[in-house]
């Protein structure tokens, strides 16, 4: 197994438990989750950036970081959707 695969597991296992603690309100708001006016622009602005081909390496580095963070929330999200289908609240 390489690295990389170990690390997905790792991250895998982790929302997995993070998911367990999560009812029906709280993946409703994970769902509902905006970002802040500012930090919406400075996304686009770098999303635009990023179309032209015209990032610097920092600006890489942060655009990934949104993109890396919204996967993170996403899978966390359909993981407690997941769990909350299989085993309803009482």
């Known amino acids: 197994m390489n690295s990389s695969s170990v690390v997905l597991g790792v991250d895998d296992s982790l929302l ?3 998911a367990r603690c999560l009812n029906a ?3 409703r708001a994970l769902g509902e989750l905006q970002l802040e006016p500012a930090a919406q622009a400075r996304l686009d602005a770098l999303a635009q950036k ?6 610097t390496s ?5 655009y990934d ?3 890396e963070l919204g996967d993170i ?3 966390l ?3 407690a959707e997941r769990q909350l289908t299989a085993a309803p609240e009482e």
């Open 65 to 67: 970081r949104f993109i």
């Open 16 to 18: 997995e438990s993070a």
């Open 77 to 79: 999200r359909l993981k």
């Open 25 to 27: 309100a709280s993946v």
């Open 50 to 55: 990023a179309n032209e081909a015209q990032l």
């Open 73 to 75: 929330v996403a899978t």
């Open 58 to 62: 920092e600006e890489a580095h942060e």
